[in-house]
């Protein structure tokens, strides 16, 4: 008896919403004294985090954690369309980071610091907890081997081969879609206390698995 080598790919992918998102935000602002530029950024800063401070809970949320860094300060000499250098800028910035675990609870909170001078909203990472998406990754893999058994012992029973058995497994690896992760958002109607609003909607995250197989079937000779 010799044996057939059966190989295939087997692949399997699991499509979920997110749950939970960083928020990337920073306070900057700039001018001809130093001293005002730096006054204007602690004080926007103290508002941020204020805002922040008063969801923070690390385990009911909405805010499970957040980060801010020290104001940090510097000066350049702009160059204008003639090539003229011009008078001494200073410059403050602070970066914030943010982990909400409700979603509206967010929007809300963006909408409420864009009404503060200086701050700016760069992009909102949308993901899963850890406790899932390791739980999410273990059963994708053992469903993309699944899949390759499956594929490899149709193979051998349109030869009427018999029971296939696996010789080597190759995993390229686990990917997580989409790679970049941003935010939708759009202004809604302002309610009655002028207040602004924002929808978000993020993308789902898709985790894919796939793997290269090679199995074995006796045939006769």
């Known amino acids: 008896m010799t044996a057939v080598q059966i190989i295939v790919r087997g692949s399997h ?8 998102a960083t928020v990337h935000a920073t306070v900057s602002g700039q001018g ?13 800063l103290a508002g941020v985090s204020t805002s922040i401070d008063a969801l923070h809970h ?4 909405p805010v499970t954690k957040y980060a801010i860094d020290q104001v940090r300060t510097g000066s350049h000499r702009p160059w204008n369309a003639e090539g003229k250098q011009l008078a001494l800028v200073h410059t403050a910035a602070v970066s914030i980071t943010a982990v909400f675990i409700e979603f509206g609870e967010l929007a809300a ?3 409420a610091v864009a009404g503060i001078d200086g701050v700016g909203i760069g992009h909102i990472s949308w993901e899963l907890t850890d ?18 058994k499956r ?4 193979y051998a029973d349109a030869l009427d081969l ?5 010789r080597r497994i190759s995993d390229p690896g686990l990917s997580e879609r989409p790679m970049e992760k941003v935010f939708l958002a759009r202004s809604m109607a302002a309610p009655a206390d002028g207040a602004p609003q924002f929808e978000l909607r993020p993308e789902e995250i898709t985790i894919a698995a796939e793997v ?3 199995f074995t079937v006796p045939a006769g000779v």
């Open 13 to 20: 992918s699991v499509t979920l919403a997110p749950q939970r």
């Open 109 to 111: 909170w963006v909408a």
């Open 162 to 166: 018999g029971t296939v058995r696996v």
């Open 151 to 154: 594929r490899a012992q149709d």
């Open 32 to 44: 001809r004294s130093a001293e005002p530029v730096f006054e204007k950024v602690a004080t926007a």
């Open 131 to 148: 406790a899932t998406r390791l739980e999410v990754e273990r059963k994708t893999r053992q469903k993309a081997v699944r899949d390759a």
């Open 212 to 214: 290269e197989a090679t």
């Open 58 to 61: 690390p385990k009911r949320g």
